[in-house]
Each structure stands twice: as structure tokens, then as C-alpha cells.
């Protein structure tokens, strides 16, 4: 049954990665209501990110190699640091910063307090209708080349509200990117560029603490992990296929309709969420 639940895991993770709908409060419901009947916890969650981002990697190949080719010229001056994709490399950067801060400063929270499930739902409410404003009050008419120090900054920090699970590291930054006039096709596609840092060091991150500080069995001061790295590397296979589609399907929506039916979404999931906790049927 483990493998089987890990794959739905990583099915759900693929499917939900970069919908603003968020993927980490899809994988502690979900895995409530499997066989397991525990959330599968920040390490697994981070650990199959990697694999959505892998195919984010392979989606955005040519702009990443171009980002980082031009960026690396300006160290050396062979570009002016004015050019658009080494601007890009520079803003990445500096938008990378306020998710590793704040991760590592409230890591013990991020991975405990927060991922009640309560919060989770308020989450998914609370921001599913922001998302709505924003697409509704949002100009929509900046680019990309329009990007500045303090939008980079500001994307940054609502990057870093994905810690909160129910959040969604898209939805977040995608929000504000919709909020700063930004187009929906360049808020998204900047949002998964500035997910790269952040969610290949912390799953990197995630799997060194599985091998260097494991829990192992009768301690007192860890839970162990539901699913062993056999199973989860099988859920990150699964996501890293799953997302491949998700990334092309989500680009092309969005160039032609609006958020209205995640936002709609996300306030259904997260009242029906109020009402299994409110009745037990799932744990905080």
C-alpha cells in the first residue's frame, strides 16, 4: 500500500505544483485520507518537489540557459548588467533571498505549528479570494523587462509565504505579480523561474537531513517519515511526469482566461476542509 499511496501522492503533487491552488495542502489532505491517515510532512512534500521542478528546468530550458549565460557575462563584463536576461539573473537572485531567510529562521515552525490543517484552510480561503481581486483589479499590462529591484523584492517575499501550506508558491506570487500590473503569462512565468533556487536547495536540503539525521526508531525528539526514500523517490518520479503536462496546459490557459475557476476551487476545498476538521473526519 505504501507504493500505491506514493504514487497518488505524487500524482497529486504533479497535478498541483503549479496551479495557484497549493500543492502542499493537496499532499496533507490527501494523505489524511489514505491509508496512512497522517499528513506525509515537510520532508516528503519538499523531497517530490523536486521533481516538479525538474520539469520546470526542462520547460523553461532555453530561457534558463540564456538567463544564465548572460547573467555569467556581466560577472566578467562582457555584457552590460542592463541586459534583460542578466537583469533576470540578478532579480532570481535577489527574489531567491527572503524563502531561504525566513525558511531557515522558522524551520521548526514551518515543519510543525504551520502545517495545521486549520491554518491550511484558512489559507486556501484567505488567499484564493486575493487572487481573485488581483485578477480582477490588476492592470495586466507590465512585462517581464518591466521588472524592477522592489518588484523582485516584493515577489520574493510572497514567494515566501508558500512556507504556510494552503498558501501555494504560485498562487502567492502570482497574486502579487497580478497586483503589481504584471501580465498573468509574465507574473506565472517569473513565479516558476524564482522557484528553481528555492525548491531544489530546500528539497537538496531535505534529503541530506533524511540521510545525515535520520529518525530512527524508539527516539524521542522525531517522528519518522511515513514513506521510506524508496517510496518517495517514487512519488517524485510520478510528479516530475505529471507536471511536465500541468506546466504546458497551465501556460496556455492562462495566456487566455482568468483565475476565476482556481479561485472558486480553492474556496470550495477550503470550506469542505473546515467542515472535515470541524467533524473529525480528518485531524488538525
Known amino acids: 500500500m505504501d507504493f500505491i499511496n506514493a504514487i497518488i501522492l505524487g500524482l497529486v503533487q504533479g497535478l498541483t505544483e503549479f496551479l ?3 500543492s502542499s495542502a493537496h499532499i496533507s489532505i490527501v494523505g489524511q485520507l489514505l491509508g496512512t491517515g497522517e499528513d506525509p510532512g515537510a520532508q516528503f512534500t519538499a523531497i517530490t518537489q523536486i521533481g516538479t521542478e525538474l520539469a520546470v528546468v526542462i520547460f523553461f530550458w532555453h530561457d534558463i540557459v540564456r538567463i544564465i549565460g548572460q547573467w555569467s557575462r ?74 524592477t529591484v522592489g518588484d523582485g523584492v516584493i515577489y520574493g517575499f510572497a514567494q515566501s509565504l508558500a512556507l504556510i501550506p494552503g498558501v ?87 495566456s487566455k482566461h482568468s483565475f476565476l475557476p482556481f479561485v472558486i476551487y480553492r474556496i470550495l476545498l477550503g470550506t469542505v476542509l473546515l467542515v472535515l476538521l470541524a467533524t473529525n473526519v480528518i485531524s488538525a
Open 20 to 22: 495557484p491552488v497549493s
Open 74 to 147: 556581466s560577472l566578467v563584463g562582457r555584457v552590460p548588467r542592463t541586459d534583460p536576461d542578466a537583469r533576470m539573473g540578478w532579480l532570481i537572485i535577489l527574489g531567491s533571498l527572503p524563502i531561504v531567510v525566513l525558511g531557515l529562521l522558522f524551520q521548526d515552525q514551518i515543519e510543525t505549528v504551520l502545517r495545521s490543517m486549520w491554518i491550511t484552510a484558512a489559507m486556501l480561503i484567505g488567499f484564493g479570494i486575493l487572487l481573485g481581486i488581483a485578477d480582477h483589479v490588476g492592470a495586466k499590462r507590465r512585462r517581464l523587462n518591466d521588472l
Open 168 to 254: 501555494s508558491r504560485s498562487g502567492g506570487t502570482i497574486t502579487f505579480g497580478l497586483f503589481m500590473g504584471y501580465e498573468r503569462s509574465a507574473a506565472a512565468r517569473y513565479a516558476f523561474l524564482l522557484a528553481i533556487p528555492a525548491v531544489f536547495g530546500s528539497g537538496f536540503y531535505q534529503v541530506y537531513k533524511s540521510i545525515a539525521e535520520p529518525c530512527l526508531a524508539g527516539a524521542t525528539n522525531c517522528k519518522p517519515e511515513i514513506f521510506g526514500p524508496l517510496e518517495t523517490l517514487v512519488a517524485t518520479v510520478v510528479a516530475f511526469v505529471v507536471a511536465l503536462f500541468v506546466i504546458k496546459f497551465f501556460m496556455g490557459y492562462i
